[in-house]
C-alpha cells in the first residue's frame, strides 16, 4: 500500500531530467510564481517525457477535489481573536458547512510574504475555495485570488467598489436605526464610537450615524466621534475621551457590543447613570449584549444567515465556476433592552 509502481517515475527523476532542484519541479506543478519561463518549459518538457503524473494532476484527472475550503483571517492584531465576532463567524460557517462533507481550514495571512504564501497553496489544489473575513482597506489578497480564478467570497468588502463576491450586513441602515431611536427616546446629544476606519463596516456605520443626525436636522454634530479598535478597552478610552470633550452627551452609538460594554464601565466611572443619563447602542447583539448591566440594546446583525450566505456564495462559485460576481447585503435589526 502506498509503494511506487514498477517503472513509475519519481518528482527526483524529473527534476534531475530537467537539470532543476527538486523544488523547482514542485513549484512548476503546482503553478507557483517566480519560476522562469524557460525553466517551466524544460521541466513540463521532462514530466511529458518520462510520463510523470503528480498527484494533485491525478486527482484533478479523477474528477475529485480537496474537499477542503479554507477560512482566511487577515486581522494583523491578535487581540481581535479574543472578540466574539471571530467565534460566532467560525460557528456559523463550520454550521453552514456540516452537511457539505467539505473541511474547513483556518489560517492566518498578515503579510506580503503570507499572502504569496497562500496564494501558491491554494493554487496547488489544497483546497477548493477561500472565504476571506476581517479584510482591511487596499489589502492585495481579494484581487490576487481572483486572478487565480479562485472561488473566493468576502465576509464585507473593502470599499463601495468591491467587485469579489461577498456577504455583508447593513451597516450604513442598522447605524441609521440606532441613532434614529435614541432620537425617539428624546435624546439630542448623541456621540459615536466607530470601529476602525481602514474597515470599510466601520466606515458605513459612521456614515449611517451622520446621515440619521442629518435627517434630524443635526448635521453639525460631527465632532462627537472617536474611534476605537472593536474591544473594550477601547471603547473604555473612547467613551472617557468624549465625556471630558462633550460633559452633556446623552446618548452613545458603539460599533460593537464589546465597545459598548467597554463605554458601560466608563460610564459608570464617571458617575453617569444608563439609561438615566446616557443611553448607549451597541452593535452585533452577541450573548454579551445581555450580560452587560443594564443589558444592552444593539443592532443585531444575523450571524447565522451571514454564514450560510457565504458558504451557499461559495459553493456555487465551485460548482458552476465564476459567471458574474455575487453581492449580498443582509438587513439589521435593532434589539431594545434596557440601555435606552
Known amino acids: 500500500m502506498g509503494r511506487r509502481r514498477p517503472g513509475t517515475p519519481t518528482l527526483e527523476e524529473v527534476a534531475a531530467h530537467a537539470q532543476v532542484g527538486r523544488g523547482t519541479v514542485s513549484r512548476v506543478i503546482n503553478n507557483a510564481a517566480g519560476v522562469k519561463e524557460s525553466t517551466r518549459r524544460a521541466v513540463q518538457r521532462a514530466i511529458d517525457e518520462l510520463g510523470y503524473v503528480p498527484n494533485l494532476a491525478a486527482r484533478s484527472l479523477a474528477g475529485r477535489r480537496a474537499d477542503a475550503v479554507a477560512l482566511v483571517m487577515t486581522e494583523p492584531d491578535w487581540r481581535q481573536f479574543a472578540e466574539p465576532f471571530f467565534s460566532e463567524i467560525v460557528s456559523s460557517l463550520g454550521d453552514a ?62 470599499s463601495g467598489d468591491e467587485y469579489v463576491s461577498y456577504v455583508d450586513a447593513d451597516n450604513i441602515g442598522g447605524a441609521r436605526s440606532a441613532v434614529s431611536h435614541l432620537l425617539q427616546r ?93 443611553a448607549v447602542i451597541g452593535f452585533d ?38 459567471v458574474a460576481w455575487r453581492h449580498v447585503i443582509l438587513r439589521t435589526e435593532l434589539v431594545v433592552r434596557d440601555s435606552t
Open 97 to 158: 458547512l456540516t452537511d457539505t462533507g467539505i473541511q474547513l481550514l483556518l489560517t492566518l495571512v498578515r503579510s506580503d510574504a503570507e499572502r504569496q504564501r497562500f496564494l501558491e497553496y491554494a493554487r496547488g489544489g489544497r483546497v477548493d475555495g477561500v472565504l476571506l473575513m476581517s479584510v482591511h482597506g487596499g489589502d492585495p489578497l481579494p484581487d490576487m485570488l481572483a486572478e487565480a480564478r479562485m472561488p473566493t467570497v468576502l465576509l464585507g468588502r473593502r
Open 285 to 322: 447583539d452577541f450573548p454579551l449584549a445581555q450580560r452587560t448591566e443594564p443589558r444592552l440594546t444593539t443592532v443585531r446583525q444575523p450571524i447565522e444567515e451571514i454564514g450560510r450566505a457565504m458558504v451557499r456564495l461559495l459553493l456555487e462559485e465551485m460548482e458552476e465556476g465564476a
Open 186 to 278: 428624546g435624546r439630542r446629544v448623541i456621540a459615536t464610537i466607530t470601529g476602525p476606519l481602514d474597515l470599510y463596516a466601520a466606515q458605513c456605520r459612521l456614515r449611517g450615524y451622520h446621515e440619521a443626525l442629518a435627517s434630524a436636522g443635526l448635521e453639525g454634530e460631527q465632532a462627537r466621534v472617536a474611534e476605537s479598535d472593536f474591544t473594550a478597552e477601547s471603547g473604555r478610552r473612547a467613551m472617557a475621551e468624549l465625556i471630558e470633550r462633550h460633559p452633556d452627551i446623552d446618548g452613545v452609538v458603539a460599533a460593537s457590543d464589546t465597545t459598548a460594554a467597554g463605554a458601560l464601565e466608563a460610564l459608570r466611572a464617571a458617575g453617569r447613570r444608563v439609561p438615566e443619563d446616557v
